[in-house]
T-cell receptor, first 109, second 113 residues
Framework: GQNIDQPTEMTATEGAIVQINCTYQ??????LFWYQQHAGEAPTFLSY??LDGLEEKGRFSSFLSRSKGYSYLLLKELQMKDSASYLC??????????WGAGTKLIIKP | ETGVTQTPRHLVMGMTNKKSLKCEQH?????MYWYKQSAKKPLELMFV???????ENNSVPSRFSPECPNSSHLFLHLHTLQPEDSALYLC????????????FGEGSRLTVL
């Protein structure tokens, strides 16, 4: 079966760094996506990885290892506004997104 | 503002009611989606439309009926729902069905009494 695993909840301190891990098992692979969803708001696209390695975009970076079926989202210089849920999704061979249940990130002052 | 607008934002209905959710996208995208989001569960894909043609129906109960009159509008018609259908219903659009960058609306929070 197809499956995405990510932690349910994480807590970090303002100004610090946090890494949110995601492991995936899908039938085929056409890319790994991260979305951010603030409470009561729409999910918004953060990043896309299809090749191994690190993609950096400002304070956020995303890493992919296809051989390990593993990705992480790295958030640096955490701000209170980064408190949100982070959704990991893998695109399978049929171009369907398989979603994780999301990681709720709580930022403390 | 994501370019995808959903109405109503909140809806309370009885099990015998009939209601509809509406979605409109202003992005010129060719694909539109309905997702169900329940607490602590992955997003569940319900329906996919590509250029107004339904291409995906993930074994959704017939009490949910989608309609896509044109590439900018998508409806979800609801009738004789069950309390377990209470959830956030998200509409999304993308350039095409092979694009993983989805643009979501803010959702319609449905409560079935």
């Amino acid at each position: 079966g197809q499956n995405i695993d990510q932690p349910t909840e994480m807590t970090a301190t303002e100004g610090a760094i946090v890494q949110i891990n995601c492991t995936y098992q899908t039938s085929g692979f056409n890319g790994l996506f991260w979305y951010q969803q603030h409470a009561g708001e729409a999910p918004t696209f953060l990043s896309y990885n299809v090749l191994d390695g690190l993609e950096e975009k400002g304070r956020f970076s995303s890493f992919l290892s296809r051989s390990k079926g593993y990705s992480y989202l790295l958030l640096k210089e955490l701000q209170m506004k980064d408190s949100a849920s982070y959704l990991c999704a893998s695109m399978d061979s049929n171009y369907q997104l398989i979603w994780g249940a999301g990681t709720k990130l709580i930022i403390k002052p | 503002e994501t370019g995808v607008t959903q109405t109503p934002r909140h809806l309370v209905m009885g099990m015998t009611n009939k209601k509809s959710l509406k979605c409109e996208q202003h992005l010129g995208h060719n694909a539109m989606y309905w997702y169900k989001q329940s607490a602590k569960k992955p997003l569940e894909l319900m329906f996919v439309y590509s250029l107004e043609e339904r291409v995906e129906n993930n074994s959704v109960p017939s009490r949910f009926s989608p309609e896509c009159p044109n590439s900018s509008h998508l409806f979800l018609h609801l009738h004789t729902l069950q309390p377990e259908d209470s959830a956030l219903y998200l509409c999304a659009s993308s350039r095409g069905t092979e694009a993983g960058e989805l643009f979501f609306g803010e959702g319609s929070r449905l409560t079935v009494l």
